[in-house]
């Protein structure tokens, strides 16, 4: 076991190495979130003039920053960082496509046109 000195150092590298593996998921869920919510707004938004879907796209956006931080959390906790990372990609990538077969689905119900 590693005291003093080296012991602060390891400290150090183990917070940095988080550090890096939060802002890595959050790289991939943020900027994905975003995207997905300007074309889901195009989409189902602006396109048909649907302004009842607006809180539903809200709504899905929100749910895809959530469910892949989520996952992201779970994974760490269970396994490692590593496994954070590709939860959260998984849950990214899968989750945008069920949320806009939802947010289609939907577009009828509240009336397309």
């Given amino acids: 076991m590693a005291s003093g000195p080296r012991r602060h150092y390891i400290d150090g590298?183990?917070?940095?190495t988080r550090l890096i593996w939060i802002f890595a998921v959050l790289g991939v869920v943020?900027?994905?979130a975003a995207l997905g919510w300007l074309v889901t707004t195009f989409l189902f938004a602006f396109s048909g003039g649907q302004a009842r879907m607006v809180p539903v796209v809200g709504y899905g956006a929100a749910a895809m920053i959530?469910?892949?931080?989520?996952a992201a959390a779970v994974a760490w906790r269970v396994r490692s960082p590593l496994a954070a990372f590709v939860a959260a990609l998984a849950a990214t990538g899968g989750g945008w496509i069920v949320?806009?077969?939802?947010?289609?689905?939907?577009?009828y119900r509240l009336g397309a046109a």
């Fill in 13 to 16: 590298v183990l917070a940095a």
């Fill in 30 to 32: 943020v900027p994905a």
């Fill in 66 to 70: 959530a469910v892949p931080l989520a």
């Fill in 99 to 107: 949320t806009v077969l939802v947010e289609w689905l939907l577009s």
